[in-house]
């Protein structure tokens, strides 16, 4: 069975610092991470995703989060927010070979100006 | 990347009427597709698997009867909610394999069932 657990359902930050958003995954077998974006009333946009390459995944829009096995952890950064950062994000686990996915619960951030 | 369109976007319609979201990829071939439902300020619940050609695999719980999908071709999944009551009122959103690992989201259609 594989899940992934969100640990902070909501984030505030001020425009211009730190982001960082937690998640915890569990799975039987070598799992690809991913992390989404949603704004509202629109589909998921893909941030990033590991696949059992380099730990340190870098992706779009300033983002990056590193893979760590023995935390069992995917934690989402970015080094300074920007308002258009403001929505929902997704941490999201799925088999390696099996494009069925497991989402967890949802961080919403809020930019505060 | 590869897109995704779902439309419609919007639609409202009466308690006990039938209705259709289509889910297109755009620029690719998607031998699968993926639906999803997302209530207010909640994750996404996987619906159902699409496979052209043949029936979807529906989760537990998800009513087959109820949710009707149809993968006519490799560019094409529809999800029909029969006979919808207001608690089917929700936001739909499908995605689509493009087979590299990577799945691509529509960007959702909205249901409202008065």
């Known amino acids: 069975a594989q899940s992934v657990t969100q640990l902070d359902s909501h984030v505030s930050v001020s425009e211009g610092t730190p982001v960082l958003l937690r998640c915890n995954y569990s799975s039987s077998y070598s799992p690809s991470l991913f992390w989404y974006v949603q704004h509202p009333n629109k589909g998921l946009q893909l941030l990033l995703k590991?696949?059992?390459?380099?730990?340190l995944v870098k992706g779009i829009n300033g983002f990056e989060a590193e893979f760590k096995k023995s935390e069992t952890s995917f934690h989402l950064t970015k080094p300074s927010a920007h308002m258009s950062d403001a929505a929902e994000y997704f941490c999201v686990v799925s088999l390696s070979n099996d494009y069925k996915l497991s989402f967890g619960a949802g961080t919403t951030v809020t930019v505060r100006a | 990347g590869a897109v995704v369109s779902q439309h419609p976007s919007w639609v409202i319609c009466k308690s006990g009427t039938s209705v259709k979201i289509e889910c297109r990829s755009l620029d690719f071939q998607a031998t699968t597709m993926f639906w999803y439902r997302q209530f207010p300020k909640q994750s996404l619940m996987l619906m159902a698997t699409?496979?052209?050609?043949?029936?979807?695999?529906?989760e537990q719980g998800v009513e087959k009867d109820k949710f009707l999908i149809n993968h006519a071709s490799l560019t094409l999944s529809t999800l029909t909610v029969t006979s919808a009551h207001p608690e089917d009122s929700s936001f739909y959103i499908c995605s689509a394999s493009a087979g590299t690992g990577e799945l691509f989201f529509g960007e959702g259609s909205r249901l409202t069932v008065l």
């Open positions: 590991y696949t059992s390459a380099a730990t």
């Open positions: 699409s496979n052209e050609g043949s029936k979807a695999t529906y």
